[in-house]
């Protein structure tokens, strides 16, 4: 056994042992100092890449609500779907998750408050107001939030300017021009509901685009209102840090300025107390835009523990080295792997926080991508311009493209946007002032597109400009949608005027010169022209034109003949097969090759031909032609056909005006006859009306005695019957005044001017006379008993036949009333004859049809003729004053004995077998058959012909309807009949 007491022998060893005991000591203690060393540097890097993270996450916030105000500040009138729309294209609530809410509130005046409410709510929000009330110089209330739903809807309406905090937010971002980060607020959103946590608001102010901002006062003059996102601290925070598995090593205090404290607390929203001493803190500050949020970090003993084994195997190394020397090599070659995997976990956690920023930038790239937005910067030192991939994407280069010189740069834009541009850049450089310019640029594929410049200068620490920083949108296709709107403005314009030249013009020269010369002035064409086809030579011949461009069409020769080269051309062939023919490109299509040369010494890009119709048959064509391309998209070729189906619609229009004027002449003249027919009548014929005598023809006055008419005018019908009759004759008018009979006939004594008596035969019956309730009636004198029976059968005939030419002088007044319509009740009536005769209905039926079909609107006599001839649409009061026609027609023919249904035909023409129809709502059988046949023929006769209100819509149309509603609306064996004698027999509606 060896001995351990110190000996000059074993003083080596002890001394060894000493040494190698204390070496230990001193080496643990060095390794305990490392570790420390090594956890708080792992700590710092934790909060400098926490902070990071989180800076990173404002800026971007802020770039998602500069995108915003970049939308109001490109457009003067921003609607809330296109709010939505754009929110939806950039993904913002998925790019960038943690945000209340996206708003914009625009800046609205006192005198300016009562417009605003009333625009949004005519935009869909009904309700809607600003709140807090109280009166204020300005208010600044969220007018559009996204998303628009849950606890969001409570801040429409909310005026940020109304609370102190976040008034200084506005009114420093509104005079700085920067995002601002307001202090901490509650969000109206958490208003009556469990929401804890304190909120911010981060504000983008939006300037009218076309003002300047170079000064405070200029920008809080160009101010129209705000873009704000409301972050709650406690759901962004925690979002910010999610997934990372580092989090949980620190609890994290955010506060708005340098002092920590429950005033100025951020996040979380309560204080928490501290139980016991942190072991590490850490203070990191993020200064936005002059702002700062400070960052207070941390570190208890049971978060992120230290690992003290290294230095306790270091003592017991030491102690076995102070024996081995082997175990002090082994222990060095343990400390040296341990100290390079520190090394590589700090390597890593540097490639972690690069990877970030990487994944940060891409983000902005993508974002950059959806907006169509980029950005770009240039130092005067290399004066090169550095572009965001999202620029290069928008100028057509590659991305990775290397930085571009001004050289490559002007290539870009050409000779005008360079001369708008260099003025500004000028500027910039020299002033420092800001540029907001509109350009045409063009890309490295040549094309064209436009661009939104944005740019401000670069300062150094002294204030001085050392280069220049900003943005590019594309905002090609908005420009292109504006330019849009504005044809298509244009368009309607001239369709709307052109539709006022149907009802002014009275003759088709000033019709067609008005037409080309709106195509021209309004609807944006450079030649416009009516051609006319000749029947003779087929040539279409030009009858009206406008535009500069009018010698086109000199010696201009246009045929509608198929054999001719020159009819196979646009307008021929418009003109011949009744169709619109459209040219995109006028230099390369075949349709125009005979006039390529032609055309392009005039710089045609575009044409078209519309056919125009009389009676349905095209009869010429309008012609236009443009020098820019694509002029034809599919809502402007809608416009110009309904343009050239108006002056369709007007030729059949000045047609219809024409016959409508020769038939009126011949309705005067027919009752011009009739008149001289009821003087000359062998039969005495008066009118009562109000109890008075009203007219007599000079039989009656002779029957009477009396040589002049103004003579009986006048007289009550009593004062012409002898006293002996009166008690009889009296009741018996009554009864017929009063409609308890519609019909009478009597013997009296009448008197007559002399005082003798005349035994005379009257035959009466209710009817209308200038509109209004009267009596019509027949005297005949029958004082010679001795008459022959033959001739009083006579007598009676001609009463009868008189009496229906009565009735007939009704008819014709009501049509001349209605001289648009004139003549339909004769085309209605040869219509349900000839149905009639196709269901093989006995002729006495026929006959009835007959009648019935020139008296199924007689009463129409009682609606006023401005609504009977009213050019458009009726309204609901006036529909109704025509829909009673059919029971008046039944009240003035009810009471004649005709041998048909003839009251009952004008009462019920107007029901359909459904119930649907008026004015009974009859069904089935409950209709009579001749009705039923009656309806068929008036709906084909009322869809084909013209009418104030429209241009007939064809026999076609017409049939179409009948087959449609055929057993359900219309009889069955009515419609199969009619559709047989148009169809098959090729029968036409009479003249």
């Known amino acids: 056994m060896m001995d351990l007491r110190p000996t000059s022998r074993t003083l080596p060893a002890w001394l060894l042992l000493v040494g190698g005991l204390l070496a230990a000591l001193a080496v643990t203690w060095r390794v305990c100092a490392v570790i420390e060393e090594d956890a708080l540097a792992r700590f710092n890097g934790i909060c400098d890449e926490a902070t990071t993270k989180l800076r990173e996450r404002l800026e971007s916030l802020e770039l998602i609500a500069r995108g915003g105000s970049g939308v109001f500040a490109g457009s003067a009138n921003v609607t809330r779907e296109e709010w939505q729309e754009y929110l939806q294209q950039v993904g913002a609530l998925e790019i960038v998750p943690g945000i209340q809410g996206i708003s914009y509130a ?31 110089a300005d208010y600044a209330p969220v007018m559009y939030i996204e998303p628009l739903a849950g606890d969001n809807l409570r801040v429409v309406g909310f005026d940020l300017l109304s609370e102190p905090v976040r008034r200084s937010a506005l009114e420093r971002a509104a005079a700085t021009g920067a995002s601002t980060l307001s202090g901490r607020v509650n969000l109206v959103q958490a208003t009556g509901t469990v929401h804890p946590g304190w909120s911010v608001l981060l504000v983008v102010p939006v300037y009218h685009p076309d003002m300047d901002t170079g000064s405070e006062a200029a920008r809080r003059n160009a101010l129209t209102g705000w873009v704000t996102l409301p972050l709650q601290m406690d759901d962004m925070v925690p979002r910010v840090f999610a997934g990372w598995d580092k989090a949980e090593f620190f609890e994290l205090h955010v506060h708005d300025r340098v002092e920590a ?47 003290y084994a290294t230095a306790w195997l270091t003592l017991g190394g030491g102690i076995i080295i102070s024996v081995l020397l082997f175990a002090l090599a082994l222990m060095y070659l343990s400390l040296r792997e341990r100290a390079q995997a520190i090394a590589e976990r700090l390597t890593n956690d540097l490639r972690y926080r690069e990877a970030a920023q990487r994944e940060a930038l891409a983000e902005l790239a993508q974002a950059e991508r959806i907006a169509r937005v980029g950005h770009w910067k240039r130092i005067r030192q290399d004066n090169r311009m550095h572009a965001s991939e999202g620029l290069l994407r928008i100028l057509g280069l590659p991305a990775g493209s290397p930085a571009l010189t001004e050289t490559e740069v002007r290539q870009f834009f050409p000779p ?67 330019l ?21 013009h009275t003759t088709e020269s000033e019709l067609f010169t008005d037409t080309c010369d709106i195509v021209v002035r309004l609807g944006g064409m450079d030649l416009a022209w009516i051609g006319i086809t000749d029947r003779d030579s087929g040539r279409v011949l030009p009858v009206a034109s406008a535009g500069e461009a009018k010698g086109y069409l000199e010696g201009l020769e246009i045929s509608a003949r198929a054999d001719d080269a020159r009819g196979r051309g646009p307008t021929g ?20 090759s005979p006039w390529h040369a032609r055309g392009a010494e005039y710089g045609w890009r575009g044409s078209a031909a519309l056919p125009l119709f009389r009676s349905g048959q095209p009869v010429g064509a309008l012609t236009f032609y443009s020098q820019q391309e694509k002029s034809f998209d599919e809502e402007t070729r809608g416009l110009l056909e309904e343009m050239a189906a108006s002056i369709s619609f007007a030729l059949d229009k000045l047609d219809a005006e024409r016959e409508a004027s020769a038939y009126q002449a011949t309705l005067e003249e027919s009752e011009q006859r009739f008149r001289s027919l009821i003087e000359q009548s062998i039969a005495g014929a008066f009118i009562l009306q109000d109890d008075k005598v009203v007219y007599a023809n000079p039989r009656a006055l002779r029957i009477l005695g009396y040589e002049r008419m103004d003579e009986v005018v006048g007289l009550a019908p009593m004062d012409i019957v002898a006293a002996k009759d009166r008690d009889a004759m009296e009741p018996l008018l009554n009864r017929l005044v009063k409609s308890e009979i519609d019909r009478a006939e009597a013997l009296f004594s009448a008197l007559r001017k002399d005082g ?56 014709t007044i009501s049509e001349m009333r209605d001289a648009y319509t004139a003549g339909h009740e ?15 209905l006995p002729e006495n039926t026929i006959e009835g049809l007959r009648v019935g079909g020139q008296l199924h609107d007689v009463g129409k006599i009682t609606v006023p003729s401005e609504i009977l001839a009213k050019p458009g649409r009726l309204n609901a009061v006036e529909y109704a004053l025509i829909r009673e026609h059919a029971k008046a027609g039944f009240d003035i023919l009810k009471g004649v004995d005709f041998p048909w249904p003839i009251a009952q035909i004008a009462l019920q023409h107007h029901e359909r077998l459904d119930g649907s129809g008026y004015p009974q709502g009859l069904k089935g059988d409950a209709i009579i058959l001749e009705a039923r046949i009656m309806a068929v023929a008036d709906v084909v006769e009322s869809m084909a012909s013209h009418r104030p209100y429209r241009p007939g819509l064809g026999i076609d149309r017409a049939l179409a309807e009948i087959e449609r ?14 559709l047989r004698l148009f169809r098959e027999k090729g029968f036409v509606i009479p003249s």
Request: charged letters at 25%.
């Open 261 to 307: 404290g429950a005033s100025t607390q951020l996040f979380p929203r309560d204080v928490v107390a501290e139980h016991e001493e942190p072991l590490r803190h850490a203070v990191r500050t993020i200064d936005f835009h002059g702002h700062h949020w400070v960052l207070h970090f941390h570190q208890h003993r049971d978060a992120m523990p230290v690992n």
């Open 484 to 504: 849009r709107i504005e044809r298509l403005g244009r368009l309607y314009a001239a369709l709307s005027a052109c539709n006022a030249a149907v009802y002014r």
């Open 416 to 482: 005008e946007s360079v001369a708008l541009l260099d003025p500004a850049r000028q500027a910039l450089e020299a002033q420092g002032t800001p540029y907001d310019v509109d350009i045409r640029a063009i890309r490295g594929d040549g094309q064209d597109i436009w661009l939104n410049l944005r740019a401000e200068a670069l300062r150094d620490d002294s204030g001085q400009v050392i280069g220049v920083r900003g943005t590019a949108a594309d905002i090609t296709e908005r420009r292109q949608y504006r």
């Open 756 to 811: 003798s008596l005349v035994e005379v035969g009257v035959n009466c019956t209710r009817a209308a006379y200038q509109s209004r309730p009267a009596v019509i009636g027949l005297l005949q004198d029958i004082s010679d008993r001795k008459v022959a029976e033959d001739q009083i059968r006579r007598y009676a005939n001609q009463l009868e036949h008189t009496f229906i030419q009565t009735v007939q002088l009704a008819t």
């Open 573 to 592: 062939t418009a003109v011949r097969e009744g169709r619109a023919i459209w040219v995109e490109d006028f230099q390369t299509a075949s349709l125009t």
């Open 965 to 978: 509603g055929m057993g359900t609306i219309y009889d069955r064996e009515a419609a199969e009949a009619c």
């Open 826 to 840: 004769h085309r209605v009536a040869e219509i349900a004859v000839a149905i009639g005769r196709e269901m093989g």
């Open 106 to 136: 625009p800046r609205v005046s006192a005198a300016q408050l009562d417009a605003h409410i009333a625009t949004a709510r005519a935009e869909g929000v009904a309700g809607y107001q600003v709140w807090p009330p109280g009166p204020r």
